[in-house]
């Protein structure tokens, strides 16, 4: 007993900084939220990115568990029936590997609804400071809503398990698909300005995103439907391949989402302990700097907008000599 406790402290340092480096190479956002909680300077998309590496985490040891204690699950369940292949769901969808992901996936939902809590809060300052307009702050708004309700559902997606309820469990994995779009297409659409490879990322993640719940209800759906008509063991409509590289193309820019996402401001905070009766008196100095606030940005907006107006009208004065002096010129020849 010594020797093995003598052992593991002469190794604990090195190993320690072994075990840091992976954690900050393999998951950099989650590491920067551990090791930074109290940040002041906090940007928002690092939770959405440390929501996805979990996502991945979870995938890959789910996986591994079920390869080592239901490989037979791989060649016989209703996933790869209807569409040929192993999607990389039926990695967690059978116990224990079930087990291990779903609180992966939970947690990885928490960090999906805390980055959705302070992106619409960075939403309304932005449009109070005229970063963007009502219409971009209402997109983000209920994208930012319906994707918290997408989250909150992605763990039922191994409670409703294909054996179970096989449309159901497509459309828990859908609607995720689809709302994961719609996030990522409010953080495009509140962009002043966009790169040629964001540009070019986005419109093939939106083509892939189409695309592949398209295949996957057809090959669903024809499955149910030659079933009907007696065919014992039909063949997906759609070749297995087609549908395995959108699945994966998928995964691809699920991946590398935070890669791609354009630049978007960061949110300053300030931590301290606050006493009920403290809590009371700073409530109400927020709602009158609040109020000030949006007095000051409505002042600056209104200046913004007169000095604009007098230099279009400085423009026009200017293009109206000119054709005054033009025509005294045509009239003197």
């Known amino acids: 007993v010594v020797g093995v406790v ?3 402290f002469y190794f604990f340092e090195p190993m320690a900084a072994l075990l840091t480096k992976c954690l900050r190479t393999v998951f950099p956002a989650c590491y920067h939220l551990v090791s930074k909680p109290l940040e002041q300077v906090v940007e928002p998309n690092n939770l959405y990115s440390a929501s996805g590496e979990l996502f991945f985490s979870g995938v890959g ?4 568990i079920t ?3 239901e490989a037979w699950y791989i060649d016989g369940n209703e996933l790869k029936k209807r569409i040929g292949y192993n999607n990389v769901c ?3 969808d059978m116990p224990p590997a079930s087990y291990v992901a779903m609180p992966v996936l939970v947690i990885s939902a928490a960090m999906g609804i805390a980055y959705v809590w302070m992106d619409t809060q960075r939403g309304i300052l932005q449009k109070a400071a005229g970063e963007i307009t009502q219409g971009q702050y209402l997109f983000t708004y209920w994208t ?3 994707f918290m309700i997408s989250l909150s ?3 039922l997606i191994m409670v409703m398990t294909p054996e179970k309820n ?3 469990h497509l459309m828990l994995f859908i609607q995720h698909i689809v709302m994961r779009m719609l996030i990522t297409s409010a953080n495009f659409f509140e962009a002043p300005e966009l790169s040629k490879r964001s540009k070019i990322w986005f419109w093939s993640c939106l083509f892939v995103t189409t695309v592949y719940p398209t295949l996957l209800i057809i090959d669903f759906a024809y499955y149910d439907y030659e079933i009907e008509q007696g065919v014992a063991d039909p063949d997906p409509i759609i070749p297995w391949w087609i549908t395995m590289f959108f699945d994966l193309s998928w995964f691809a820019f699920l991946g590398t989402t935070s890669m791609f996402l354009p630049p978007a401001p ?3 905070i300030k931590y301290a302990l606050v006493t009920d009766a403290e809590l009371e008196e700073l409530h109400a100095k927020a709602v009158t700097n609040w109020k000030k606030t949006r007095l000051g940005l409505a002042a600056v907006r209104h200046r913004r907008d007169r000095e604009r107006a007098s230099s279009q009208g400085q423009q026009m004065d200017a293009v109206e000599n000119e054709l005054v002096e033009s025509k005294g010129v045509e009239s003197t020849l």
Do not use: E, K, M, S
């Open 6 to 8: 003598f052992v593991f």
């Open 144 to 146: 930012n809503f319906g």
């Open 266 to 268: 960061h949110l300053r």
């Open 153 to 155: 559902l992605v763990p």
């Open 61 to 64: 040891v789910a996986w591994i």
């Open 90 to 92: 039926v990695g967690f």
């Open 166 to 168: 096989t449309w159901g």
């Open 67 to 69: 390869l080592a204690c």
